[in-house]
């Protein structure tokens, strides 16, 4: 079991910065990838970024260039600093894992944090 507390959401004008937090606790040794997601009302939700153990990144087309994804030394908080911040980037930001445990068969499970508003208003 994994849980995923996120921090870090607000109210930011258009070229302004945010960072976002995302702590996991309980049972993390097999998380293998961390992202954070968004969602606007009537859109389906969207990958933004994803890092692996490794360190390996992945972003959205959108925001490649001004969003940055990191995690910590002890690989449990995941950070996603947002850089000229534009109104389309106004959505839920989902804190989001994955996790395989070498269980019998081996099972896959993945977690999604409770949400922070960005909100991007001038």
């Known amino acids: 079991q994994v849980q995923l507390v996120e921090s870090g959401g607000g109210l930011v004008r258009p070229g302004g910065s945010l960072n976002l937090s995302c702590a996991a606790s309980g049972n993390i040794a097999g998380i293998y990838r961390m992202g954070w997601y968004r969602q606007t009302p009537g859109k389906q939700r969207e990958l933004v970024a994803n890092i692996w153990t490794s360190g390996m990144t992945n972003y959205a087309d959108s925001v490649m260039g001004r969003f940055t994804i990191r995690r910590d030394n002890a690989g449990n908080t995941v950070h996603l600093q947002m850089n000229n911040l534009k109104l389309e980037d106004s959505a839920v930001y989902y804190c989001?894992?994955?996790?395989?445990?070498?269980?019998?068969?081996?099972?896959?499970?993945?977690?999604w944090g409770q949400g922070t508003q960005v909100t991007v208003s001038s």
């Open positions: 989001h894992a994955e996790q395989f445990l070498a269980l019998g068969l081996g099972a896959e499970y993945e977690y």
